[in-house]
């Protein structure tokens, strides 16, 4: 299943938040190593790219701070090409790439309110676990989650589990608004067809998945450049 798909699974969502500012959306799980970092990454992509809307992401993944070191990254790598240097002139003509903050979780209060009318969208990316101090508060700044899953049963429990807590714990007392399961780094041989109508059942879960496909763990997944349309 192409990328795409999981944005436009999402556009619901899109459409009803379009006139509104600074909505918060994170890639969450209790778990690492489910492509958290990386689908955020490239909804911020598509967002800014395709679709033209002001965006952030919120690095809060301490200690990696995976996202924003890409970036470094990134922009250490554009002036030693020159056609990389031709693309970034191009693209950014007359705006700047879009913003990523590093920040810790008791920060994360402050650089909210100081972002948050400047953006539609604002992705926060955290470390998967719960068991660190300010992660239920970050969790009610957030308005949409989007929940990882690996196609194992560990996984599978694991996420429910954590969309319970959400919805139990979280919803009440924070500006939630949804939140959807999908699975993440499908195989090619799978048996998810079958496994989506039962589960979709208990959970919200996206009638679409995104593919086990190296290209968006890699190329696809620039802070500065769009992904291919191509591929879309």
């Keep these: 299943m192409q990328f795409g798909a999981i944005v436009y699974a999402i556009h619901p969502v899109y459409t009803q938040t379009l006139n509104t ?9 209790q778990k690492g190593g489910v492509g958290k970092s990386t689908t955020t990454t490239l909804l911020a992509n598509f967002f800014f790219f395709h679709f033209n809307l002001k965006v952030a992401i919120i690095d809060a993944d301490y200690a990696q701070f995976s996202i924003s070191k890409r970036r470094e990254d990134e922009l250490k790598v554009v002036p030693k090409s020159q056609k990389l240097q031709s693309a970034y002139k191009l693209l950014y003509t007359d705006r700047e790439p879009y913003h990523i ?3 810790k979780l008791k920060n994360l209060d402050a650089v909210l309110e100081q972002i948050i009318d ?10 998967g ?11 009610r700044k957030i308005n949409h989650f989007l929940i990882p899953v690996a196609k194992d049963n560990f996984s ?39 496994m989506l ?20 763990e890699t190329a696809y997944r620039s802070t500065l450049f769009p992904i291919p349309k191509a591929k879309m």
């Excluded at 400047?118 to 990316?125: A, E, H, K, R, T």
């Excluded at 676990?129 to 969790?139: D, L, S």
């Excluded at 924070?174 to 090619?188: A, D, I, K, Q, T």
């Excluded at 059942?201 to 968006?216: A, G, N, T």
Aim: proline share 7%; net charge positive.
């Design 156 to 194: 599978l429990k694991s996420a429910i589990e954590f969309y319970q807590v959400i919805t139990r714990k979280i919803k009440p007392r924070s500006v939630y608004e949804s939140c959807f399961l999908y699975f993440n780094r499908v195989p090619r041989r799978h048996r998810i067809h079958k």
């Design 118 to 127: 400047q953006y539609d969208y604002i992705f926060l990316d955290l470390a």
């Design 197 to 216: 109508p039962i589960i979709m059942k208990k959970v919200p879960f996206m009638p679409i998945y995104m593919s086990e496909y190296l290209i968006y």
């Design 21 to 29: 500012m600074g909505k918060v959306i994170s890639v969450a799980s």
């Design 101 to 103: 903050v590093r920040t």
């Design 129 to 139: 676990t719960m068991y660190q101090p300010g992660i239920f508060n970050a969790y």
